[in-house]
């Protein structure tokens, strides 16, 4: 089974997207990747939720097959050709593609920032999302909100960073240095900590998007994001129910604050956590993903039936 590959305009905008399962189901699934990685990253998890129902995946903005537009910084001037790259940007681009395309109610599943993306989604969705799985959501350290929770060298050279990463020259050259295969690889091995599934396809797959002519500006916009949503203050608002799955060897999002967030937030149902897999326990470790999935969208299937 291969997903069908299409583009979706949205504000003038050019997005991917495609789609494995009966398109005709009366609930969909829609999976949106993290930072960096686009619709493939789930080509161990798509065919597999698609026997269950309808599956999406969406390249959010800015990566993968979509459009990467300039970067625009909040004290920026507006620009027609510019965007300000963030978490309203994107929740809004879910939010109406789950209503012009899929049509249908719909389960956010979301990795990394991914994550965040999927609850400000659901918050502007309502009704029509029926529930959230975050896979090692982004906990999003590097935000002023988060300052009290650093090292306090942190609050010294903040003022500094943020003058130095908002320099263009500097956050393309940052990004050029990493988008090679070697630094990919190299990433990924942290990202992987068991090695499982680090392959050719998935550097090539992560790759390929970095060389597109705009891609440098949506890691510019991403690493300016020092004001953003912070998923427990989205969650905190949430009244449809949220499901988390864990890497337990995560290396840069600690598993100890999805294990606060499941005891502190109650839209929180479950945590399931992934042995020996690091921050994308989907691709890293599917044959223990895929089974939490489909438990998860069986339950909630059967909990709407009765």
Request: glycine share 6%; with cysteine.
């Amino acid at each position: 089974m291969s997903p069908s590959n299409n583009l979706w305009s949205w504000n003038e905008r050019s997005i991917g997207w495609n789609l494995m399962g009966d398109p005709n189901a009366e609930e969909a699934v829609l999976l949106i990747h993290g930072f960096g990685a686009n619709t493939n990253h789930w080509r161990f998890n798509q065919p597999v939720l698609a026997e269950l129902m309808p599956t999406y995946a969406i390249d959010l903005l800015g990566f993968g097959r979509s459009d990467q537009p300039q970067a625009r910084l909040k004290d920026e001037s507006v620009s027609a050709d510019a965007v300000h790259y963030g978490f309203d940007l994107w929740g809004q681009q879910v939010a109406d593609f789950c209503r012009q395309v899929i049509d249908r109610p719909v389960r956010l599943v979301g990795n990394s920032i991914g994550g965040v993306v999927a609850l400000r989604a659901a918050q502007l969705l309502g009704e029509r999302c029926r529930g959230v799985v975050l896979i090692d959501c982004a906990q999003r350290l590097m935000d002023d909100k988060q300052l009290a929770t650093q090292p306090a060298w942190m609050a010294w050279i903040r003022p500094l960073l943020k003058t130095m990463v908002r320099q263009r020259w500097l956050s393309t050259a940052l990004f050029r240095n990493a988008a090679r295969p070697g630094v990919i690889r190299s990433v990924l091995k942290q990202a992987y900590p068991s090695g499982a599934n680090i392959d050719d396809d998935l550097v090539d797959l992560l790759f390929q998007p970095t060389q597109r002519n705009g891609a440098a500006e949506a890691f510019r916009g991403f690493i300016n994001l020092f004001d953003d949503h912070l998923a427990p203050q989205l969650m905190e608002e949430l009244s449809l129910p949220v499901d988390l799955i864990w890497g337990e060897r995560d290396p840069w999002e600690p598993i100890a604050e999805a294990e606060r967030w499941a005891q502190t937030l109650n839209c929180v149902q479950s945590l399931s956590v992934i042995r020996k897999a690091g921050h994308c326990p989907h691709d890293e470790a599917p044959d223990q993903v895929n089974p939490v999935l489909q438990r998860l969208i069986n339950k909630k299937l059967i909990q709407q039936a009765t």
